[in-house]
């Protein structure tokens, strides 16, 4: 029996992460399909997630070396590094302070860089192959990351973890083969404010619990964490949208 | 070499963006350890005293980025 409020929040983290990811290699990899061909972008996004999926395999059950409390810590304290960097770039694009990402842009800037190499001839296009195999492996190196440390927090929660992953890429590949072009609608900021919110709580829990905090509630604290986080970070919105309209004002 | 900069760059990026910040959150994360360790009767409260400290951490960098 899965017990899914122990594997619900980390697949969730994995899955919406991904999304994010992937949409934006597939940004990249859609640019170099449309103009130096499509095989040699599919064959170069491929071998990327084979070298992912490797990573994945040879990391995670290393993991299991490690003493449990230096893990916490050690993961935890990654964790609120990577979550809180993400959120912090959420609640600024959000509250007007940076400009939103902008997968209509960045297509059409990558597919002038490829035109600008000059034809592809036939068979094999290094260029292409290059290309997509080194956007998709490092967008693809923070969901390995994610995984591997959502995963760090129980035993048996690697698996539907990097099946979450594997899920959204999947979707996110479909999606791309179905409307051919980038995907500007999925609302990325959300899922960063969100995964941020996610991945920020699970750090704070995990280095807290390696450094021998005594969590009130044990486990029931991450709900008062994510809640807590979600909440400032709403906060924090409001004032950044304040603050960057006074200094409109003011200019 | 230059291939293995841009490697271990990636890898810095993943975690630092704003050098301060990510210096905040270490830091709290040091100060919540020396008082579980050290202030024992503190200890029923580091969950709590984590939590404010990287929540305050998030407002003041968002708030001094959204100044600039």
């Known amino acids: 029996m899965l017990n899914w409020g122990l594997i619900g929040p980390p697949m969730l983290a994995a899955f919406l992460a991904s999304i994010v990811e992937a949409v934006e290699a597939l940004t990249v990899v859609l640019a170099v399909g449309a103009t130096r061909?499509?095989?040699?972008?599919?064959?170069?996004?491929?071998?990327a997630l084979v070298v992912l999926l490797a990573l994945v395999a040879i990391l995670g059950p290393a993991l299991s070396l490690i003493p449990l409390k230096l893990l916490q810590i050690i993961v935890g304290t990654l964790l609120l590094?990577?979550?809180?960097?993400?959120?912090?770039?959420?609640?600024?694009?959000?509250?007007?302070?940076?400009?939103?990402?902008?997968?209509?842009?960045?297509?059409?800037?990558?597919?002038?860089?490829?035109?600008?190499?000059g034809a592809a001839g036939?068979?094999?296009?290094?260029?292409?192959?290059s290309t997509a195999f080194q956007i998709t492996l490092l967008e693809g190196v923070e969901v390995v990351f994610i995984v591997i440390a959502v995963s760090a927090g129980g035993p048996g929660l690697l698996i539907p973890a990097?099946?979450?992953a594997v899920a959204a890429v999947v979707v996110v590949a479909l999606l791309g083969l179905i409307v051919h072009q980038p995907l500007s609608r999925v609302p990325?900021?959300?899922?960063?404010?969100?995964?941020?919110?996610l991945l920020s709580s699970f750090g704070a829990f995990w280095a807290?619990?390696?450094l021998g905090v005594d969590w009130p509630g044990d486990d029931w604290s991450i709900l008062a964490l994510l809640a807590g986080f979600a909440a400032v970070a709403l906060v924090s919105v409001a004032g950044c949208r304040g603050m960057a309209a006074r200094k409109a004002v003011r200019s | 070499m230059s291939g293995l900069k841009r490697i271990l760059d990636e890898a810095v990026g993943l975690f630092v963006d704003d050098g301060a910040f990510a210096l905040a959150i270490v830091v709290c994360v040091v100060v919540v350890w020396a008082l579980a360790a050290w202030a024992t009767q503190l200890r029923p409260y580091c969950g709590p005293i984590l939590f404010v400290g990287l929540a305050a951490i998030l407002v003041e960098s968002a708030l001094r980025r959204a100044r600039k």
């Open chain 1, 81 to 117: 590094l990577f979550g809180m960097r993400w959120l912090r770039k959420a609640i600024l694009r959000a509250s007007g302070v940076l400009a939103l990402h902008d997968e209509a842009a960045i297509y059409q800037t990558h597919t002038a860089a490829m035109q600008a190499h």
């Open chain 1, 188 to 197: 990325e900021n959300t899922l960063k404010f969100v995964v941020g919110i």
């Open chain 1, 122 to 129: 036939g068979g094999w296009d290094t260029i292409a192959l």
């Open chain 1, 37 to 47: 061909g499509w095989k040699s972008a599919a064959a170069g996004a491929a071998l």
């Open chain 1, 208 to 210: 807290g619990e390696g």
């Open chain 1, 162 to 164: 990097s099946l979450a």
